[in-house]
C-alpha cells in the first residue's frame, strides 16, 4: 500500500462502552485480511502516564516492550492482534503538553504565542501520525473519554484536521449507546443522536456509527439511527453483548463492518479475512465443559479491570487445556489464619497478584503458607514471588522478621530490598524497572520446561529484588533461584522443584500472552492445577 490508512474510534453518551475492544476487534479482521495493523490510545487527562495512578482510578497498568507504562486497552490490542505495542502507542495530554512546553523552553517556537492551536494540535498529529514510519497499512486512534469532554477537544480537533488533510485515508468510527427503558419497553435513539450533533458540531461527520446495545436491534431502528446521524444505512453497525470479548470481532465481521471500512477508503474488499485460528480457539472455548478453579489473591479484587491482563491469561490458557475458567477473586486483607483452609481448600491453584504497598501483605503470605504446606500449585508475580520469598525466610529459614525493604526500612533480615539503581531516584514516574529484558532458565527447572527453552524475554515493573546475599540459604533449604538476567545477576524466578508447582516470577508474564500465543507459564500453571483437582 503506497499510504497508510488512518482510522479514528471516538466514544459518545457514556464512557467505559467498549472503545478499545471495538479498535481491537476491526483492526483484528483488517489483520486477517493481510494487512500490517496496531492500534494507538491517545487519552486526555493530563498525567503523563497512568503508572503513578492508583488502581482504584485507572485499573491496570500495562507495560509495553520498550518499557513505557501505558493505559489497560493496550493489553487488549496485543491479545488480539499480538503485535507488541510502545510508547507511540499510547499519549497522554500530559505527554503532549510536556513536549510543547519543553520546546518553548528551548526557543524552537522562535518567540512565537505557543497556542492550542496550532501547536498543540500539531504536537497530537505528529504523534498521531509516528507510527506510519513501520510501514503499517492502518493505524487505528482511540480517544479516550466521551465526545463533550472539555478534556479531549484538543485531540478531536486534531482528527477534524487530519480528515480534512488525508481525505479517503482517514476515517472516524464513532461508538455510541442505545439505553433501552424499561418503563417504555423500547429502546431510545436520542442519546446517540445528540452525541453524533455534538461531534458534527465539533466538525467531524462520523462515517461508521457502532451502537452497543444489550439486545439485537430492529432493522427500522437502525435505519432511523442512519437517517438522522447522516450515516450510510450499511455503515450502522450494532455492538451487542456476547458471553466473551473474543466473540466480537465476528459479531463485526457478520455485519461487513470491514468491507464497509474498506469500500470507504477506496480498497480492495476482494480477500477474505482468515480467521482460523480465531475460531479454533472460540471452539475450543465452547467445547470445554469441565472446570479449573483458581483462586486469585490481590489487594485490588474488587475492581473488575486491576488484574485484567491476568485474568485474561488465567482465560486463555485455561482454554487450551480444555477447560472453563472459575476464578474465584479473594481479597488478601480477608485473608486470616482462621479462614485460609475455607477459602482456599477447594481451589486447584492459588495465584497471588501483584501490586505495591503493606496493605493486604499478611494475608498474601497466609495464603501462600497455605499454599506450600499443603502442596497446592501456587504461582506469584512480582510482589507475590516476593511474598513467596518472605514467608519462606519467616517459616521454613526461621528468619524472625523478615521482609522487603519497601514494607520495614529496619527489617533484620532484608531478603526483599530496593534495587541498587533505584536508591537515588527521587521522581516516581517512569523510573522502575521497566519493559522487556532477558531471563536464563535452568534447564532442570519446572520454569524451563514451560517455555521449553533456555533463553527467554519477558516485561518488568518494579524497584525490589530478592537479595542474593541470602541465596545459597535459600537454595540449600528447597528454594531454587531458576532464572535470573544475564547481565545484572538480578533473580527473576524461584520455585520449590519438591512440590508439585510452586513459581515466582519477579516479570509479569501476563503482559505476554495473547489469544493465539498464551504465556507458557500460564499454560503450565493452569496444566498442574487441572492435575491437582
Same mark, same amino acid.
Request: net charge negative; hydrophobic share 35%; glycine share 8%.
Given at each position: ?92 495530554t ?24 496550532p ?8 504523534n ?8 503499517f ?14 478534556e ?58 457502532v ?6 436491534l ?52 476482494d ?6 485460528k ?18 486469585l489473591?490481590?489487594?485490588?479484587? *474488587?475492581?473488575?479491570?486491576? %488484574? @485484567?491482563? /491476568? #485474568?485474561?491469561?488465567?482465560? !486463555?490458557?485455561? &482454554?487450551y $487445556?480444555?477447560?472453563?475458567?472459575d ?22 491453584g ?46 521454613v ?10 514494607? *520495614?526500612?529496619?527489617?533484620? %533480615? @532484608?531478603? /526483599? #530490598?530496593?534495587?541498587?539503581d !533505584?536508591?537515588? &531516584?527521587? $521522581? ?45 540459604q535459600?537454595?540449600?533449604a ?19 522443584p ?21 504465556n ?14
Amino acid at each position: 500500500m503506497a499510504d497508510t490508512k488512518y482510522i479514528f474510534v471516538t466514544g459518545g453518551v457514556v464512557s467505559s462502552l467498549g472503545k478499545g475492544i471495538v479498535s481491537a476487534s476491526l483492526g483484528k479482521l483488517l489483520q486477517a485480511r493481510g494487512y500490517k495493523v496496531t492500534i494507538q490510545k491517545f487519552d486526555p487527562y493530563i498525567n503523563v502516564d497512568p503508572g503513578t495512578l492508583n488502581p482504584y482510578e485507572h485499573g491496570e497498568c500495562y507495560v509495553t516492550i520498550d518499557g513505557h507504562e501505558a493505559d489497560l486497552d493496550l493489553g487488549h490490542y496485543e491479545r488480539f492482534l499480538n503485535v507488541p505495542t510502545t510508547r507511540a502507542n499510547n499519549i497522554t495530554t500530559g505527554r503532549i503538553y510536556q513536549t510543547v512546553i519543553e520546546k518553548e523552553r528551548k526557543g524552537d517556537y522562535l518567540g512565537k504565542t505557543v497556542q492550542v492551536i496550532p501547536h498543540i494540535t500539531d504536537e497530537i498529529k505528529r504523534n498521531m501520525k509516528l507510527l506510519s514510519k513501520n510501514k503499517f497499512d492502518f493505524i487505528i486512534t482511540e480517544i479516550g473519554g466521551t465526545v463533550g469532554d472539555i478534556e479531549s477537544l484538543p485531540f478531536i480537533e486534531s482528527v477534524r484536521q487530519l480528515k480534512w488533510e488525508l481525505g479517503k485515508n482517514c476515517l472516524c468510527v464513532h461508538l455510541t449507546y442505545i439505553p433501552y427503558i424499561a418503563a417504555a419497553k423500547e429502546y431510545k435513539t436520542k442519546p446517540t443522536q445528540h452525541s453524533v450533533k455534538q461531534l458534527q458540531e465539533l466538525g467531524i461527520q462520523p462515517d461508521i456509527l457502532v451502537l452497543r446495545t444489550e439486545h439485537l436491534l430492529s432493522p427500522d431502528l437502525l435505519k432511523k439511527v442512519a437517517l438522522f446521524c447522516n450515516v450510510e444505512n450499511n455503515a450502522v453497525v450494532q455492538s451487542v453483548d456476547v458471553p466473551t470479548i473474543y466473540e466480537v470481532p465476528l459479531v463485526l465481521q457478520r455485519q461487513g463492518m470491514d468491507v464497509t471500512v474498506l469500500k470507504k477508503m477506496g480498497m480492495d474488499t476482494d480477500t477474505t479475512p482468515n480467521m482460523t485460528k480465531w475460531n479454533e480457539f472460540l471452539k475450543m472455548k465452547s467445547d470445554a465443559t469441565e472446570t479449573v478453579k483458581i483462586g486469585l489473591v490481590g489487594k485490588y479484587v *474488587e475492581l473488575q479491570d486491576a %488484574y @485484567k491482563s /491476568i #485474568d485474561e491469561s488465567l482465560l !486463555q490458557a485455561a &482454554i487450551y $487445556n480444555n477447560r472453563k475458567l472459575d476464578l474465584h477473586l479473594i481479597h488478601s486483607e480477608k485473608v486470616t489464619e482462621a479462614n485460609v483452609e475455607e477459602l482456599l481448600a477447594d481451589m486447584d491453584g492459588v495465584l497471588v497478584a501483584p501490586g505495591f504497598g503493606q496493605r493486604g501483605i499478611d494475608g498474601k503470605l497466609i495464603a501462600i503458607k497455605y499454599a506450600r504446606e499443603h502442596d497446592k500449585p501456587c504461582f506469584g508475580v512480582c510482589l507475590g514471588m516476593q511474598c513467596m520469598v518472605i514467608e519462606f525466610a519467616r517459616n521454613v529459614l526461621g528468619l524472625e522478621g523478615a521482609n522487603s525493604t519497601e514494607m *520495614e526500612q529496619t527489617a533484620p %533480615y @532484608k531478603v /526483599i #530490598d530496593l534495587m541498587e539503581d !533505584q536508591k537515588n &531516584i527521587i $521522581n516516581m514516574g517512569g523510573s522502575m524497572r521497566l519493559g522487556a529484558y532477558d531471563c536464563v532458565l535452568q534447564k532442570d527447572s519446572k520454569a524451563y520446561k514451560a517455555y521449553k527453552k533456555e533463553h527467554i524475554q519477558e516485561r518488568h515493573r518494579h524497584r525490589f529484588e530478592f537479595n542474593s546475599d541470602f541465596r545459597e540459604q535459600f537454595e540449600a533449604a528447597g528454594m531454587k533461584c531458576v532464572g535470573e538476567n544475564p547481565d545484572s545477576g538480578l533473580v527473576e524466578v524461584i520455585e520449590i522443584p519438591e512440590l508439585k508447582w510452586f513459581i515466582g516470577t519477579q516479570y509479569h508474564p501476563e503482559y505476554n500472552s495473547t489469544v493465539l500465543n498464551p504465556n507458557p507459564l500460564f499454560v503450565s500453571f493452569v496444566k498442574a492445577a487441572i492435575e491437582n483437582k
